[in-house]
């Protein structure tokens, strides 16, 4: 696959003009859903490939099967540029569109997920933040309209240590070891900093926080004083769009060893790695779902889509990282809408009817069989209580121009990070005055 144009604007330059794939609202038997990304700017080549891959999922639905029990999908893309203001300013104007309103809502930003799920609850839209988001709306006694669902970043990041806790010989060896956190300096980037902080305390190894300006283009100061000062022995890379590959760069000018620096899987991609050229050899980083293009769901979008010349993206782009991770948003997403329908009825559904089904989600290795993705995602449960589901994590090393699973499936520390939730939620429901929900 040729990633080497990705970084660039134009990628889709002209994808973000407002569109419904074709498809009216006039009719009541459509379930609309809400297309929000960025398909221009430093962020482009991600954000292109999660609106362009959830769109070719809805597309592959009503294509093969009708849509969800005979209602079709319908959407409408809205472009953010990744900015938090133009993020609230989509769901307000997308929030009523379609016979039931808005269905639920992907921010695709941590600042974004701030920004709109307290009125997402007022409204009852789901707010799904797969892998990103809130922390703290893990705990779906106090945000039941948040679900930071499969895993989130504080779990994600106890798999990362056990990680480099295995690669040193046992968790016992982390002590005394030092650990550079280089970090977005977003919501999203210091959403870690608790649990890096908790964990160094329990391990024995010490922390140091470096966040990068945005968009993340100049890191040179940083990484002298990582090369030649810090010294640490293992780096997290916890960054987004051009910031990646320009710390690869950076890591290999001071000689900083890749095998040692461990992304967060927004780091973790092909747009990540490819413009960095040899300076990613050898770079980890974690993953929630497997690239490639054998599983049966990908190739139904082939057939169903892109070879009836519909694809919303250039055909090399499938089976990357971000384009799968689209597609699993996708999925997450419709059966999230099937399940609703399970329960009230074949018929499109509203926010609140879908909030309620994701409660009983359960993504199970039989389900996750009869929708194609076997070995492309891992299982995990939600229930009104717990809105992560405690998925595992996967680690993947950059190696000969691909991307090679390295590990099994890393059980998160929830013994760990449910009482850091579970704290994280009393807070803000103290100071929100809220009484949390009984979910038992």
Request: net charge neutral; charged share 20%; proline share 5%.
């Amino acid at each position: 696959m040729n990633f080497r144009t990705l970084a660039l604007p134009v990628i889709a330059a002209t994808a973000f003009a407002v569109s419904t794939g074709g498809q009216a609202f006039a009719q009541a038997k459509e379930q609309f859903m809400p297309i929000n990304a960025y398909w221009t700017g430093p962020y482009a080549a991600g954000g292109s490939a999660f609106g362009g891959g959830m769109i070719d999922y809805f597309k592959m639905l009503n294509e093969r099967d009708g849509g969800i029990n005979g209602v079709k999908l319908t959407w409408e893309k809205c472009e953010t540029g990744y900015k938090t203001d133009r993020i609230v300013e989509c769901y307000e104007r997308l929030k009523k569109n379609g016979p039931t309103g808005m269905t639920l809502f992907h921010p695709m930003s941590t600042g974004g997920t701030y920004a709109v799920f307290e009125r997402a609850e007022k409204d009852q839209i789901p707010v799904i933040t797969l892998g990103y988001g809130n922390t703290a709306g893990s705990d779906g006694r106090v945000f039941p309209y948040l679900f930071p669902a499969l895993t989130n970043y504080w779990s994600q990041n106890t798999a990362k240590i056990r990680f480099i806790g295995s690669q040193e010989g046992g968790m016992d060896k982390l002590k005394g070891k030092k650990i550079a956190n280089v970090h977005h300096d977003s919501a999203y980037g210091k959403e870690t900093i608790p649990i890096l902080e908790a964990q160094a305390e329990k391990y024995g190894f010490e922390v140091k926080h470096y966040p990068v300006v945005h968009p993340g283009l100049d890191q040179k100061a940083i990484w002298l004083q990582i090369g030649r000062q810090y010294k640490p022995d293992w780096i997290i890379l916890r960054g987004w769009g051009v910031m990646n590959p320009t710390a690869l760069k950076e890591a290999a000018r001071v000689n900083f060893p890749r095998d040692k620096m461990v992304g967060v899987w927004w780091s973790g991609a092909e747009e990540d790695t490819v413009p960095a050229g040899p300076a990613a050899e050898g770079y980890i980083a974690a993953g929630f779902h497997a690239s490639g293009t054998e599983f049966p769901v990908i190739q139904d979008i082939i057939k169903h889509v892109y070879d009836k010349g519909n694809g919303e993206l250039p055909r090399e782009r499938l089976g990357s990282i971000y384009y799968n991770r689209a597609v699993v948003w996708g999925m997450v997403s419709a059966e999230a809408v099937r399940q609703a329908q399970d329960m009230v009825g074949k018929r499109p559904v509203t926010g609140a009817e879908v909030q309620k089904a994701l409660e009983t989600l359960d993504m199970n290795a039989q389900r996750i069989e009869g929708l194609g993705a076997t070995g492309l995602m891992p299982t995990f449960k939600l229930t009104c209580a717990d809105h992560e589901g405690g998925a595992a994590v996967k680690f993947q090393q950059w190696k000969g121009g691909k991307w090679v699973q390295i590990s099994d499936w890393i059980e998160t520390d929830q013994s760990m990070v449910r009482p850091m939730v579970e704290a994280a939620a009393a807070k803000y429901a103290k100071e929100k005055n809220i009484t949390p929900r009984s979910c038992s």
